[in-house]
């Protein structure tokens, strides 16, 4: 009973700083949110289409722009609306489709479409490179079209009719992949920099819990804990399961909360609740570590920072472990961060359950047991001083 409250205790103390509400709820999902918007390879380019005519010829090129789903083809008035639109970054970039677009192309050879983008924007290049192949395949088939009928003497349109029934044949292209995608279909940007971000947060939370020991010490509360009927091993324990549940809370906040808000797919339940509760469990016995062994509250507080974010940044958390060299990532192995990581990433993304992750499972549970016997002994040390 004692053990309980004094691991909900530290869990009310953590909730009682009101800037530890906005850094626990707010700052993972603002975060979450960022890396999926800038990383996510599944989003829509938007381009703005201002349409001069209202020829066949030009709704056919607007159609076939936004025909494989990658470009969302945003209509405008004029030039300078999407001109606009462009510079305040709400359309990736614009074309702009001349008024006699019909009649140059069907009776002249060709037409100029103007392609308007952001200087420095990187998605403007994805997308440019999208709208011109578009553009150049919709020349080609009006220049054969266009030959047809200058040589059958034929009218253009049913010239144009007959070119794309004719272009349906040809070399058929038989794709086959080999091996694992790294990034499979229908993953989205989100359930790619969710897990990474959940292992940063929940360590870094966990950690920078440190500092409230040591002021438990300094304030002699430890001590007059210690001086009444509650053995050492129940504070020790106490302690240790109030890190456990900051832990869990900060790491079922962004689990829930992107579930909720980003839908993201977290994977087989009971594997996710295995890296969940045992990264947490390593998390709360580093956090018991350096509450043992720090002298004063800023130091403590400044060592869980540096710790807390390098260890995520060396284990993946900051920078994708998938584009680490071998090198690297053996050396990111080192860091509990990166068996999460892989675990995460083999349930998030690839489906996998409970058993194909155990050897990720196996290293955690030893983190856990390393960080939390230390952390123990170091505490103990530090109470009974």
């Known amino acids: 009973m004692k053990l309980a409250a004094i691991g909900f205790l530290n869990l009310k103390r953590v909730f009682r700083v009101r800037s530890n509400i906005f850094y626990i709820l707010l700052v993972p999902f603002v975060m979450v949110l960022m890396l999926g918007l800038m990383f996510g390879g599944d989003q829509q380019q ?131 992949t080999t091996g694992d995608s790294l990034f499979p279909p229908g993953v989205g940007s989100f359930d790619l920099s969710a897990p990474p971000l959940l292992l940063l947060y929940t360590f870094l939370t966990a950690l920078t819990t440190a500092s409230a020991l040591v002021g438990t010490r300094q304030r002699g509360i430890s001590q007059r804990m210690y001086a009444t009927p509650t053995p050492v091993r129940t504070i020790l324990l106490g302690e240790l399961a109030g890190r456990l549940l900051i832990a869990l809370t900060q790491a079922l906040v962004i689990m829930l909360g992107t579930a909720l808000v980003f839908g993201v797919d977290w994977g087989d339940p009971l594997g996710a609740t295995a890296v969940l509760l045992l990264f947490s469990l390593a998390g709360g016995g580093a956090a018991l570590l350096l509450g043992g062994l720090a002298r004063t509250e800023a130091g403590a507080g400044s060592t869980a920072l540096m710790l807390g974010l390098g260890a995520g940044v060396l284990g993946g958390t900051a920078i994708p472990l998938d584009s680490f060299g071998e090198g690297m990532r053996q050396v990111a192995h080192l860091t509990p961060h990166a068996w999460g990581y892989d675990a995460f990433a083999a349930l998030v993304r690839h489906g996998a359950g409970v058993g194909e992750i155990l050897p990720q499972l196996g290293v955690l549970a030893g983190f856990a047991a390393v960080l939390m016997t230390a952390g123990l002994l170091a505490m103990r040390r530090a109470v009974l001083r």
């Open 46 to 176: 938007r381009l703005g289409v201002v349409e001069g005519g209202s020829g066949e010829l030009s709704q056919r090129l607007v159609d076939e722009l936004g025909s494989g789903g990658y470009v969302d083809v945003v209509r405008l008035p004029d030039a300078e609306t999407m001109r606009v639109s462009v510079e305040r970054g709400e359309l990736h970039g614009g074309i702009v489709i001349p008024d006699d677009y019909d009649e140059a192309v069907s009776e002249e050879g060709g037409a100029d479409v103007r392609f308007v983008a952001r200087e420095g924007d990187t998605n403007a290049l994805d997308l440019s490179a999208s709208v011109r192949s578009t553009v150049r395949d919709e020349a080609a088939t009006l220049r054969a079209a266009a030959f047809v009928a200058e040589e059958s003497g034929g009218s253009f349109e049913e010239s144009l009719a007959a070119v794309d029934e004719a272009s349906g044949t040809g070399i058929a292209v038989d794709v086959r």
